[in-house]
């Protein structure tokens, strides 16, 4: 495993979860994702910012760092960090956005609620 792999999973760790979130809601831009995202529930202070133009910045719960970006195309958006990649779903859960990002090989993914 990659450094960087092993940073974004620490950054995702603890926010695998059981999916109860409705069907996947088209993503028409990336835009939409911008703001602030955590761990659903809160389990950990991991956290991301999304900025408009997809680029995005993490802490995960260890302090490690992480840097990607997430791009959309015909309503379905995919992430890319170093030495990771995968894509990236949008529903709704209890009345929050929820944003799963699973890797590539769908070995891990992780589950963030929209904060602002």
Do not use: C, H
């Amino acid at each position: 495993m990659t450094r960087a792999m092993g940073v974004l999973l620490l950054l995702l760790a603890g926010l695998v979860g059981p999916a109860f979130a409705q069907a996947d809601k088209p993503i028409a831009n990336v835009k939409l994702l911008a703001g602030v995202w955590r761990a659903v529930g809160g389990t950990t202070p991991a956290a991301i910012r999304i900025e408009p133009d997809g680029s995005y910045a993490g802490t995960s719960a260890t302090g490690a760092k992480t840097t990607g970006k997430i791009v959309v195309t015909a309503g379905k958006a995919s992430y890319r960090a170093t030495g990771s990649e995968g894509t990236v779903t949008l529903a709704r859960e209890g009345g929050k956005d929820v944003l799963t990002f699973t890797v590539r090989d769908r070995r891990a993914s992780a589950r963030l609620e929209r904060v602002k």
